[in-house]
């Protein structure tokens, strides 16, 4: 067993590990009273102004251990309610089908989830279930990770917190649910991620960081679930370190000079904002430089990895129906304009 | 006639599971450390101590009218809400189609427990659509079934068949060490993943085990 790192060692603002989900929850609830209602067992936050009769219903899970995602995306223009599950694990079917039951307008509902094993498997079966008792549910899969080459294969990242920017937006608007769901699909699809990791974060559970980087050594390729990168490189400079996560994702993705973006940088829980500007104004300078437009942007912890010390890179490729729904007001915990 | 399993066996297996994986939860989480995010035992221990609690409460599941396919079905929807991550709706698809399978009736004999088995993990590969040698936990399964199914059809007694079924689950779960993974969490991290056995082709080593051992025992009570 992992014993090093005693400074990180359960050196946590926790109480009992195996209720840090819930004691969050509860605290986020009293955080938000105007925005938000948590339920228990199962657990999901919703709106508090929910079901709302002519609007797509959106929903989204994941793991806890990503705050603000996606408790922190409740509320009006983004997510109807979220469901999180046990830390790093994806919620079960049931919180899903609880989640509906309480918020599901008349106009069906929109499941948003990461593409992983758990977040697949468990939403496939939520869907089946909600149908069979009669509701109309669409699902979208989050997969920008270009660290992973089978787009097939991607993981969700920060893409994530646009899709439910924008779908949210569009299902305000009144669209329908085939529309809101083009519309994440669309987001989805026109978005690429790429994460590094400076230290592995500690889950309370665990006890112990996930795993030891060595010293002068970073993980390139990361996703947010404090596992290893794909690759071990030597720590390098700022400006290094975001052109080796802002290539593999213009590979992926081609720019060309014109081309307007949203580029955002999310802290992975254990870096300051001030080095995520850093990364930011040498990204916008690359960008830029390829005469390519920033046109909105994203700075700060929006997903991320427990404690981990790092950030994520996502750039989305804009259209001016994109620019209009990411303007659109939005009133939750952690977005809000 | 030939030696039957019982739904007290049935029920015994599932509350020995609950305790093997009590006492194996920081070594499947320490083994999804290394390749995945850590949270294996924690969620199999979840569900675990929600489907014992069911079971204790039930007590004598003849008396509660439940049939070996009634039993099995029960097992998966507590799995399902429950456990969470990957394995809550394989494990969840595992009990479900064995329960499709499984007869209505107290008993099973080897050849009915085979059938179900199969069925149980045809049900994990339909969901999960990994193959034999992506470094899951159907490593294990696969050939654990192949060896029931084998000793069922030359005439193997309980005991011998199920033993057969462990000692093949546990080659496979020892066979996932040398498997670069396909599917899942370890997918993402490609040849890295190669050298570390795979936590869910373990919890489901122990599945089996604990299966041989409750199956093997006769008439002891709870
Ligand atoms: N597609 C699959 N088919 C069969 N088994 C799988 C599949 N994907 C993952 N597994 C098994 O699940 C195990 C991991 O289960 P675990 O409970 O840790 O879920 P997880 O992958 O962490 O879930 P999540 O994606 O929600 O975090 C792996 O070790 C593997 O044996
Ligand atoms: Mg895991």
Redesign the pocket.
Known sequence: MNTAHPALMQKKLINDPHDVVRQSLEGLALSHPHLLDVHYDPHFVRRIDGPIKGKVTLISGS?SGHEPLNTGYVGQGMLDAACP?AI???PTPDQYLSALDAVCGDQGALFITKN????V??IGMAMEMAQEQGYIVESVLVNDDVAIDDPKNRRGMGATVLVEKMAGAAAEEGRPLNAVTAIARQVAAQSRSMGVGLRSGASPLLGHPTFETRPDMIELGVGI?GERGRYEIPLTSADRITEMLLNPILDDLPLQPGDRVLAMVSGLGGTPLQELYIVFRHLHHLLEARGVTVERRLVGDYITSLDMAGCAITILRLTPELIRLWDASVRTPALWW | MSQQITLAQLKRWLLRYADRIDQEASYLTEL?AAI??A??GV??QQGMHKLRQRLLNMGDPNDAGLDVSGFLRMTAMTLISS??????P?YGSFFLHAARTAPHAATVDVTELADLFRSGLTG?RQR???RPD?K???DALEPAVAALEQAAATGAEIPEAMAAACHAAEQGMLHTIGLEAR????SYLGPRSIGHQ????TS?YLLIQTAAEAFSENGVPE
Request: charged share 20%.
């Open positions: 793991g599950g790093f694990t994806s992983y094993a758990g977040g498997l468990n679930h | 999804d995945g995010d949270d294996h969620n199999m456990i969470g991550g990957a394995a809550g394989l994990v999960g659509k990994a992506d899951t936990m159907i599917k899942g969490r370890a795979d936590p869910g082709a489901a």
